[in-house]
C-alpha cells in the first residue's frame, strides 16, 4: 500500500524566510504532484512532477522530484503572507485509473 | 467558462437519511472521482469512474454509491451505511491519454450530519 508523508505538518515562519516542506512516498510513481488549499476553499493544482531530477518554480515556490529516494520537495523563498494556506503532495497510482495519494498536509503560517 | 460545479455548498442531514451530492464538468474530461477531506487529514478517495456507465470503488467506499451515466456528470450518494459522513466532498475530473494530465478538484460540498 502506498504512504505518502509529508513534514513538517505545521510551520510557521517569518516573512522574508526560507523553508522546505518535504515529501516522502513509500512505492514507485512516475507522477508527483503539489496542490495548495486555502481554508474552506478547494484544491489548486501547483506543480506536476514528472521524471527523476524534475524541477519546476512559480514565483516563491519551487517543486523538485527525487525518484530514487521517493522525495519531493517544496521549497519556499522569501516567504510573504499571501503564501499562507495548506500544501499537499499527491502521488499517482496508475493501475487505479490514476487516483491520487494524499499526504496529510503542510498548514503553512507566515507571520508579518 | 469550463470548470467543475459541485451543489449543494452546504448540506445537512439527518440520521438515516440518504443525501445526493452533485458535481458536473463541462471540461470534456473522461474521468471523474470523489474524494472525501476529514479535518487535518488529506483527501481520501471513495469512488473513481474512467468513462460513462463504468465505476470503481475507492479505498472508502462502504456507505457511498456512484453512477455515471453522462459524460459530464458524477453523483455521490451517501447512505444511511455511512457511520461517520461529516467531512468536506471533493469532486475532481481529469482528461485522460496525457501523462501530465492534472485533477482538477471543484469547490467541494460540506456535509453534516445533525
Known amino acids: 500500500e502506498l504512504k505518502v508523508e509529508q513534514n513538517p505538518l505545521f510551520l510557521s515562519m517569518q516573512e522574508g524566510k526560507n523553508y522546505t516542506i518535504y515529501c516522502n512516498y513509500s512505492t514507485t510513481s512516475d507522477r508527483l504532484y503539489w496542490y495548495r488549499q486555502d481554508p474552506g476553499k478547494s484544491l489548486e493544482s501547483l506543480f506536476v512532477?514528472?521524471?527523476?531530477?524534475a524541477v519546476k518554480q512559480e514565483g516563491r515556490l519551487m517543486a523538485s522530484l527525487d525518484t530514487k529516494a521517493r522525495l519531493s520537495t517544496l521549497h519556499i523563498t522569501a516567504a510573504v503572507h499571501d503564501l499562507s494556506a495548506t500544501y499537499f503532495c499527491?502521488?499517482?497510482?496508475?493501475?487505479?485509473?490514476?487516483?491520487?495519494?494524499f499526504g496529510a498536509g503542510t498548514i503553512l503560517r507566515v507571520k508579518s | 467558462d469550463g470548470g467543475i460545479t459541485q451543489s449543494p455548498k452546504y448540506l445537512f442531514r439527518k440520521e438515516g437519511q440518504n443525501v445526493t451530492l452533485s458535481c458536473e464538468q463541462n471540461?470534456?474530461?473522461?474521468?471523474m472521482y470523489w474524494y472525501r477531506q476529514d479535518p487535518g487529514q488529506g483527501l481520501r478517495l471513495i469512488y473513481y469512474s474512467q468513462i460513462v456507465n463504468d465505476f470503481q470503488k475507492g479505498d472508502i467506499a462502504e456507505g457511498y454509491s456512484v453512477s455515471r451515466e453522462k459524460k459530464e456528470s458524477f453523483p455521490l450518494t451517501v447512505t444511511s451505511a455511512q457511520k461517520n459522513p461529516t467531512a468536506f466532498y471533493l469532486c475532481?475530473?481529469?482528461?485522460?491519454?496525457?501523462?501530465?494530465?492534472?485533477?482538477?478538484f471543484g469547490p467541494g460540498t460540506r456535509l453534516t450530519v445533525l
Open positions: 499527491a502521488v499517482v497510482i496508475m493501475e487505479y485509473g490514476n487516483k491520487l495519494v
Open positions: 475532481a475530473s481529469r482528461r485522460t491519454g496525457g501523462r501530465t494530465d492534472t485533477q482538477y
Open positions: 512532477l514528472l521524471s527523476n531530477g
Open positions: 471540461l470534456n474530461h473522461d474521468a
